[in-house]
């Protein structure tokens, strides 16, 4: 079965830096995506993670530990624009399988 | 600009009405996919498909229907059967190519309401 879990909700203040957290129990692994999502936008893609460790992009940075199936998405210094749905999603297989998302964290950022 | 189209934006289905959502891109992607976003419930498979003349049906399939005649193009069919259609519907593509680490680019999305 596949099982991926997030926050519902989170809320942190402008400037500071908040971390979202993924838990998943998938059959296979072959990478964890992170998106971010306006309301009634498109996702848009973040950051891939197949490999123990941390990746960094940026403001944001997204850590997978595969042993543990945890993953997590960092953003530093928060911006109002921030605010947003963000979704992890596990490639349970090859190339062009579908991806499995998670329900999505609401993220608010207050000033 | 190379990109994900899904026409139309915003669309009323009156009981008993089939209904079609389009997608096209122009990315020269093998795969596409089609979701369904409910509030609290994520993002859920409807059908996908890996190259053209095939597809597959994901985790929602009832009461849709779909075709992949051209590589550019998925159409999604709401059928009357689908009892519960009101949602937003993303159709998305990703590359055959380059390994598992390439992403699925989505559509602006449809949203589909009953009349």
């Known amino acids: 079965g596949q099982n991926i879990d997030q926050p519902t909700e989170m809320t942190a203040t402008e400037g500071a830096i908040v971390q979202i957290n993924c838990t998943y129990q998938?059959?296979?692994?072959?990478?964890l995506f992170w998106y971010q999502q306006h309301a009634g936008e498109a996702p848009t893609f973040l950051s891939y993670n197949v490999l123990d460790g941390l990746e960094e992009k940026g403001r944001f940075s997204s850590f997978l530990s595969r042993s543990k199936g945890y993953s997590y998405l960092l953003l530093k210094e928060l911006q109002m624009k921030d605010s947003a749905s963000y979704l992890c999603?596990?490639?349970?297989?090859?190339?062009?399988?579908?991806?499995?998302f998670g329900k999505g964290t609401r993220l608010s950022v207050i000033a | 600009d190379g990109g994900i189209t899904q026409s139309p934006k915003y669309l009323f289905r009156k009981e008993g009405q089939n209904v079609t959502l389009s997608c096209e891109q122009n990315?020269?992607?093998?795969?596409m996919y089609w979701y369904r976003q409910d509030p609290g419930q994520g993002l859920r498979l409807i059908y996908y498909s890996q190259i053209v003349n095939d597809f597959q049906k994901g985790d929602i399939a009832e009461g849709y229907s779909v075709s992949r005649e051209k590589k550019e193009s998925f159409p999604l069919t709401v059928t009357s059967a689908q009892k519960n259609p009101t949602a937003f519907y993303l159709c998305a593509s990703s590359t055959g190519t380059g390994g598992s680490n390439q992403p699925q680019h989505f559509g602006d999305g449809t949203r589909l309401s009953i009349l």
């Open positions: 998938t059959s296979g692994f072959n990478g």
């Open positions: 999603a596990v490639r349970g297989y090859s190339g062009n399988t579908p991806l499995v």
């Open positions: 990315l020269n992607h093998d795969a």
